[in-house]
Nanobody, 126 residues
Framework: QVQLVETGGGLVQAGDSLRLTCTASGRTFSSYAMAWFRQAPGKEREFVAAISCGGSITHYLESVKGRFTISRDNAKSTAFLQMNSLKPEDTAVYYC???????????????????WGQGTQVTVSS
C-alpha cells in the first residue's frame, strides 16, 4: 500500500522560507511523477508544482515560479518543495500527490493525481 507523508509545514512571516518534505513508501518511488497541491480555507485545491519521475522536468503554478522549487531524491523516496519569499496568500494546507498507475506521467498533461498525503499546514503572517 502506497503511503505519502508530508512534513515541514509551520507558521512563518512574509518573506521567510520553508521546505516541505514528502516521504513515500510502498512501491518504486522513481517510477512515478510527484506533485504538490495546496488548499486555502474556502478555496478549491490547486496545483502548485510537479516533477517528472526522473527529476529532469518540472512544472509550476505561475504565481510561485521563481519562488518555489520542486525536487526529488529517488534514492530516498522523497520529494521536496522549497518555498522562498513566502507571501500571506501562500497560506494553505499543502499536499503531495502521485499517480496510482501511470508510469512516469507527463507533468504537463492533465493526468489526475489520485494518491494523496494527509497534508501539512503552512501559515504565512504579514
Amino acid at each position: 500500500q502506497v503511503q505519502l507523508v508530508e512534513t515541514g509545514g509551520g507558521l512563518v512571516q512574509a518573506g521567510d522560507s520553508l521546505r516541505l518534505t514528502c516521504t513515500a513508501s510502498g512501491r518504486t518511488f522513481s517510477s512515478y511523477a510527484m506533485a504538490w497541491f495546496r488548499q486555502a480555507p474556502g478555496k478549491e485545491r490547486e496545483f502548485v508544482a510537479a516533477i517528472s519521475c526522473g527529476g529532469s522536468i518540472t512544472h509550476y503554478l505561475e504565481s510561485v515560479k521563481g519562488r518555489f522549487t520542486i525536487s526529488r531524491d529517488n534514492a530516498k523516496s522523497t520529494a521536496f518543495l522549497q518555498m522562498n519569499s513566502l507571501k500571506p496568500e501562500d497560506t494553505a494546507v499543502y499536499y503531495c500527490a502521485t499517480h496510482s498507475t501511470v508510469i512516469c506521467g507527463n507533468v504537463y498533461t492533465n493526468i489526475p493525481y489520485d494518491l494523496w498525503g494527509q497534508g501539512t499546514q503552512v501559515t504565512v503572517s504579514s
